[in-house]
């Protein structure tokens, strides 16, 4: 079994980490490391606080626990260490504000997102009582227009032609 050193394990993580993007699978091939070995690295690397993506090379397809990792590490940040930060990872300012914002919100609407829920459960509830009255109505005008169709047809005299 190999043992890599510490400085190996970092450089070929930093391939797996914004804005390289690399998928295990490559780095492994480039690299002669069994896809195994990195799989472990980058999960031991995670937990570290490393943001180490799995999905997808652009940010959207990030997972939100990455997304709020970022969200994390840059939340102390100055503006200049947080725009660097986004060109080192690769990442748009503007995606990573949108991040912020989401886990600001994420609590804050609990109880509006109840209130319309409540709404629109009434809502659907009024809309069934209505198409179940219409099926009622329509229900009766169909047996009506069956008894008035099973009489002509017992009655000769009011289905005769002249």
């Known amino acids: 079994m190999?043992?890599?050193?510490?400085?190996?394990?970092?450089?070929?993580?930093?391939?797996?980490?914004?804005?390289?993007?690399?998928?295990?699978?490559?780095?492994?091939?480039?690299?002669?490391?069994?896809?195994?070995?990195?799989?472990?690295?980058?999960?031991?690397?995670?937990?570290?606080?490393?943001?180490?993506?799995?999905?997808?090379?652009?940010?959207?397809?990030?997972?939100?626990?990455?997304?709020?990792?970022?969200?994390?590490?840059?939340?102390?940040?100055?503006?200049a260490e947080f725009s660097a930060y986004c060109r080192e990872k690769g990442l748009y300012p503007e995606q990573v504000e949108a991040w912020r914002e989401s886990c600001m919100n994420a609590n804050a609407n609990s109880a509006e997102l109840d209130k319309r829920s409540r709404q629109e459960r009434k809502a659907e509830l009024k809309r069934v009582k209505k198409l179940e009255r219409e099926l009622r109505r329509k229900d009766k005008a169909l047996a009506e227009t069956a008894a008035l169709l099973s009489r002509r047809s017992t009655n000769p005299i009011c289905c005769a032609r002249s």
Request: overall charge positive; proline content about 8%.
């Open 2 to 79: 190999k043992h890599y050193s510490a400085e190996r394990k970092e450089a070929v993580l930093r391939k797996l980490a914004p804005p390289m993007n690399l998928t295990v699978p490559e780095v492994a091939e480039a690299e002669g490391i069994s896809a195994a070995t990195l799989y472990n690295w980058r999960k031991q690397a995670r937990e570290r606080g490393q943001v180490l993506p799995s999905r997808g090379s652009t940010p959207e397809g990030w997972s939100s626990e990455e997304k709020f990792r970022v969200v994390l590490e840059t939340a102390p940040m100055t503006e």
